[in-house]
């Protein structure tokens, strides 16, 4: 055994009551829906087959949007992080679906999430794809063939641990485009001279973005084609060393292999970003539709060392440019992995139970999880409330405090993390609402906790507490997360976090789309997984701080 592994075992150990409040659930039927051959690795081979649920140009393009329709947007490629060091970035954007525009400052388009910008009053045509970045004068030097119109510069950073660039506009076509150098969206696209581009689906989603062909992408021309590679094979499931626990002293990653021929994958790379670590695979073959694990101390050139208190990235390197899959793991003893998703994409996080060399279990719900989620209110809507919200639920016979390890728990998406005073009863509830309504602020004047409470009937006992984000119109990852440990102090401190709740959700998902600003909310009704995908969630009258 490594001495690595020893010196970290106390913090381990000390930890692991940490994870009790998380319920065991038991395992559905486990999904063992294919990723996809393309260059995207981890997308499901049902969104890969168009699912109906899925935003795509071609459907907001059909009958049901006609060209004096209000327009519709979308985020055609996006450049976050052009070069390590270098700092341009770029947003290419265009009219999917409805009508031009004679001028887009009539429109009130513009630019807001992680950057603000207002386009001026000029015209804009559907098949026409515009740019806009932070700095005219260096992308004129990068892209001297440019022939497009290009806009800036524009204000805030994309950042490149991921984030959202919102295009809003007047009526019902604004578009959320989310990127992000964390896993499972790829590397290249990461500082290493790549972009995104847009291949269709839900524009939240990292399966709905792939790796540009060009080297430095395509700016201002649009249609641009993924990296051409093939891959079958994605990280299935991890499990850390623990030491103590019979059958994963070692940790042990599974592969899964969704084609339809073996794969070897002698020689693979990979790359524990944490540890700054680059393993070769000894040797292996992952069968067709089957899985391989490999063993920690014996599956590669040195020893995999995973810890549990810490978690982190890991990419699977093929031997092709752009042969890649990659996990996120949250800090925890346990197994974590990735489920298909029906909606096409994909969810990862902490799983119910190990199950090396087989399907996976569901995702684990921790004890907190997230109840209600008002994301698009209705507008002069007296009936239902006109700002959005969250609602959170403590599922255990105890309080929980939102605050622990001299941290506060952190809602990922809407900007919030709680100080030392935040509490959740025992079975109880708290509402989550916004510092400021957006553009609306103005719409309620002196609205705040103390005016959500006494409008809206919600209880004594229901704590309310304030976020600086904004839940998106279209969709986004949200998700609860609780401090599990900590390294370093000042500057360089980092918290890793346990898992207990996320969703991605989305206004396209079927069924579910009178929650997208015609007055429904969604609802929880599934609370035996993490909320992922529609199945576990239902569209009704938002019903603020009430069970």
Request: proline share 6%; charged share 20%; net charge negative.
């Amino acid at each position: 055994m490594d001495i690595k592994k020893i010196l970290t075992v106390g913090a381990s150990a000390a930890l692991l009551s940490m994870t009790a409040a998380c319920t065991e659930d038991p395992p559905s039927s486990p999904n063992d829906t294919p990723v996809s051959s393309d260059s995207n690795p981890g997308l499901s081979s049902e969104s890969n087959t168009g699912s109906s649920s899925s935003y795509n140009p071609a459907l907001i393009s059909s009958s049901s949007i006609s060209d004096k329709s209000e327009s519709q947007m979308a985020c055609s490629e996006i450049m976050y992080n052009y070069a390590k060091g270098e700092t341009l970035e770029w947003v290419e954007i265009y009219i999917a679906g409805g009508m031009d525009m004679d001028n887009m400052q009539n429109f009130n388009m513009h630019l807001s999430g992680d950057v603000d910008y207002n386009f001026p009053a000029e015209p804009l045509k559907k098949g026409e794809y515009i740019v806009a970045t932070n700095d005219t004068a260096k992308f004129r030097i990068e892209y001297p063939d440019f022939k497009g119109r290009l806009f800036g510069n524009y204000i805030g950073k994309l950042v490149n641990e991921g984030g959202t660039v919102n295009v809003k506009v007047r009526g019902e076509g604004d578009v959320t485009c989310a990127f992000s150098g964390e896993p499972p969206w790829p590397s290249l696209a990461d500082g290493n001279g790549y972009s995104l581009v847009y291949k269709g689906g839900i524009a939240s989603q990292s399966v709905s973005w792939c790796v540009s062909a060009n080297p430095k992408g395509n700016p201002g021309v649009g249609d641009d084609k993924c990296l051409d590679v093939l891959n079958t094979v994605r990280i299935n499931e991890v499990q850390p060393y623990n030491l103590g626990n019979a059958g994963a002293e070692n940790g042990w990653i599974e592969l899964y292999n969704s084609g339809n021929q073996d794969i070897d994958v002698s020689g693979w790379k990979l790359e524990v970003k944490l540890r700054d670590e680059t393993l070769t695979v000894v040797s292996g073959v992952v069968p067709a539709g089957g899985y391989l694990v490999l063993d920690g101390a014996t599956g590669f050139d040195k020893e995999l060392v995973i810890n549990p208190d810490q978690g982190g990235e890991l990419y699977l390197k093929g031997l092709e440019n752009g042969q890649e899959s990659s996990i996120w793991l949250p800090a925890g003893s346990g197994t974590s992995g990735i489920v298909d998703v029906v909606d096409g994409s994909i969810a990862q996080g902490p799983l119910a139970v190990a199950t090396p060399g087989a399907a996976n279990s569901p995702l684990k719900l921790g004890s907190v999880y997230i109840n209600e989620i008002h994301y698009h209110p209705k507008d002069k809507d007296n009936k239902t409330p006109p700002f959005e919200f969250m609602e959170l639920v403590n599922a255990s016979a105890s309080p929980v405090t939102l605050f622990n390890n001299s941290n506060g728990w952190k809602i990922e998406g809407i900007n919030m993390t709680f100080d030392g005073a935040a509490v959740i009863p025992a079975n109880g509830m708290i509402l989550l609402i916004p510092e400021k309504l957006d553009e609306d602020a103005e719409s309620i004047p002196g609205w705040g906790a103390d005016y959500v409470r006494t409008n809206y009937g919600v209880p004594a006992d229901v704590g309310i507490y304030t976020y600086g984000g904004k839940l998106s119109n279209r969709g986004e990852t949200i998700a609860v997360k609780e401090p599990y440990s900590v390294t370093g102090e000042g500057s360089s401190k980092k918290i890793f976090y346990a898992w207990h709740d996320a969703t991605l959700y989305s206004d396209a998902w079927a069924g579910l789309t009178e929650a997208d600003g015609l007055g429904f909310s969604l609802h929880r009704k599934d609370i035996t997984t993490m909320g992922y995908g529609p199945s576990v969630w239902e569209a009704a009258l938002p019903t603020p701080g009430v069970k």
